[in-house]
């Protein structure tokens, strides 16, 4: 018979464990100098070829000449003596005094005081009163109460109504009484809910007040 197969796999040892690290690094390191080498290879700046240079003789600069003496000025001339002559005396003539001329500057009346110049008075707009009688407002009349009917309660009542810009009443208040207080109540609870035409100064409309008499009669 044959001995039994042995399949256990064989662990290899610490060195060759090492070796074969070694191996992988040394192989890296190769590739990235081979890299680098190549990248700077590639980057590097050729240098000219050399320069040859000659240096030109100086220019001798010329002696200069020593500058020739001037010759020695010539002698002047004795100068002549000149006779001198006494000047006359010259008399003074005396001038005229002027005429003494004296005036005097009469003193001028004082400045009338600037008034200050008054402004324009601004155009006064008048005022045109607000309206609750035009055909268009369809303001419906005050209920006639029953029970003063019955009674035979008559009476004017006057109603100070304040009207907005919008044209509604904001404000009813009995200025006069018609005597009886359910014709006083009926007058105002109709005027509240009118719609009035606002009053106007020039062209806006503007809150105001109007005077409403409603008369109450039998027929």
């Not at 607000?130 to 009674?151: G, Q």
Request: with cysteine.
């Amino acid at each position: 018979m044959l001995p039994p197969l042995d399949c256990s796999e064989v662990r290899p040892s610490t060195f060759e464990r090492l070796a074969h690290l070694g191996l992988v690094v040394g192989l890296h390191l190769l590739l990235g100098y081979a890299a680098l080498y190549l990248s700077v290879k590639n980057e590097l700046i050729q240098l000219p070829s050399s320069i040859s240079v000659r240096l030109l003789p100086m220019i001798e600069e010329k002696k200069l000449e020593p500058a020739k003496p001037l010759p020695p000025p010539k002698p002047l001339p004795p100068a002549r003596r000149t006779p001198v002559v006494q000047s006359q005396p010259v008399l003074a003539v005396a001038s005229p005094a002027p005429a003494s001329s004296s005036f005097a500057v009469p003193p001028q009346p004082p400045a009338p005081p600037v008034q200050p110049i008054a402004a324009a008075p601004a155009p006064v707009v008048a005022l045109v009163a607000a309206r609750f009688d035009a055909d268009y407002l369809h303001n419906p009349k005050p209920v006639y109460p029953p029970m003063s009917r019955r009674n035979g309660e008559e009476g004017k009542v006057l109603l100070k109504v304040r009207v907005s810009a919008q044209g509604t009443a904001l404000e009813v208040a009995i200025a006069k009484s018609s005597g009886f207080a359910r014709l006083d109540g009926a007058a105002a609870e109709a005027v509240t809910r009118w719609r009035f035409v606002p009053a106007r100064r020039g062209d806006e409309a503007v809150e105001s007040s109007v005077v409403v008499p409603i008369t109450f009669a039998l027929d």
